[in-house]
């Protein structure tokens, strides 16, 4: 019941927009233009906009140039060879091949197909009801984009929420880590990696909802001045997944060296479990507003400090997976400034010198 009601409350505005479309498409199409049953308005508007915020305007593009490839080809081939399964069926595979040829989107091959067996099945060759139908897509369409426009969901807000949920799944990740690891104790850590790998799925949803971001900054006034915060925010998009990945391999490894036995310093634990608590500092700054603690040079601070006891003293005679863990955690820290606004460099620098003349010249806080 939780879960239902925060995805409900979380997509509880694009389904209000649908809603909106789908009755001024309808109001469009019979009292405006005139046509008796559009029901293609609505249905357009709806499969247009849908619950994901990404790439609506492609939505609508995909569902108008589906309809009009299924009914040029239908009509085209229909009057000349007349209905019937077999040609309902060479209706389609011509439909939907010149559709994925023009372009690969899903809908517009889906809607190609469909609207060929419409002209097959129920719409006389050369009857004006295809163009009617052509027309109402692009109604729907049309409709679907100007509520966006009109009644548009905050473009950041998703996104950042987003990003947290994916850095506190990761916090969460690391400190269950460093308990396996102090207790010797493989069971949190495999319980550390069933989460790490099942942050996938946020991932996408992040990258999903900062292109429907995008898309909203775009074309509604209300939010052009997001477009900065917006342009800010995707930059973190890849920082966070390469750091989910590390994360996968550092609780990965560190399974292995429970697993084996292997000696540890406990400083390096506690590297992992420092590095936890800065990913939380991390989160709260996403989700905080501009002129809000903690803010990115808090978070940048922070994990200036982990950095600076990501030491190669740290494995000294241990085995090969607590180098890899030492490793993973550096590679975390450069990844997560990133996220806090420095470049790849500049994090770069903060970690402490592992070799006699590494390639970038340390900075260390």
Avoid at 75 to 85: F, H, K, R, T, W
Avoid at 110 to 133: C, E, K, N, Y
Avoid at 247 to 256: E, P
């Amino acid at each position: 019941m939780r879960a239902g009601r925060a995805r409900l409350q979380l997509s509880l505005l694009p389904i209000i927009q649908c809603a909106l479309a789908a009755g001024v498409a309808w109001f469009v199409a019979t009292d405006l233009v005139g046509h008796e049953r559009p029901f293609f308005a609505p249905i357009a508007a709806v499969v247009s906009l849908g619950v994901s915020l990404g790439a609506r305007t492609r939505r609508s593009a995909e569902l108008v140039a589906g309809v009009t490839v299924g009914i040029g080809v239908g009509d085209l081939i229909i009057s000349a060879i007349g209905s019937g399964p077999w040609q309902i069926a060479l209706v389609v595979v011509l439909a939907m091949a010149t559709a994925v040829f023009l372009d690969g989107g899903p809908i517009i091959a889906m809607q190609a197909g469909s609207s060929a067996v419409l002209v097959a099945t129920l719409i006389p060759p050369g009857d004006s009801g295809g163009f009617d139908r052509m027309v109402d897509a692009l109604i729907g369409g049309l409709v679907g984009i100007a509520i966006v426009a009109l009644i548009p969901t905050h473009p950041v807000w998703r996104a950042r929420k987003d990003a947290a949920n994916v850095i506190g799944t990761a916090s969460e990740v690391l400190q269950k880590v460093a308990d396996g690891l102090v207790a010797n104790d493989p069971k949190p850590i495999e319980e550390a990696l069933r989460k790490a790998r099942a942050t996938q799925s946020d991932i996408d949803t992040l990258r999903t909802d900062l292109k429907g971001g995008h898309e909203i900054a775009r074309i509604s006034p209300l939010y052009w001045g997001h477009r900065n915060r917006l342009a800010g925010l995707a930059k973190t998009a890849d920082p966070i997944d390469n750091a989910i990945r590390n994360i996968r391999v550092l609780a990965r490894r560190s399974l292995t060296l429970v697993r084996d036995d292997e000696i540890l310093d406990p400083r390096l634990v506690d590297e992992v479990e420092k590095l936890a608590q800065a990913m939380e500092v991390l989160r709260r700054m996403v989700l905080a507003d501009p002129g809000e603690q903690p803010d990115a040079a808090e978070a940048a601070r922070v994990l200036r400090s982990v950095a600076s006891g990501a030491k190669a003293e740290l494995i000294t005679n241990s085995g090969l997976s607590a180098t890899v863990v030492l490793a993973q955690i550096r590679s975390i820290i450069v990844d997560l400034l990133q996220v806090a606004g420095l470049k790849r460099i500049s994090a770069l620098a903060t970690l402490p010198p592992t070799v006699e003349k590494p390639s970038v010249e340390p900075d260390l806080f």
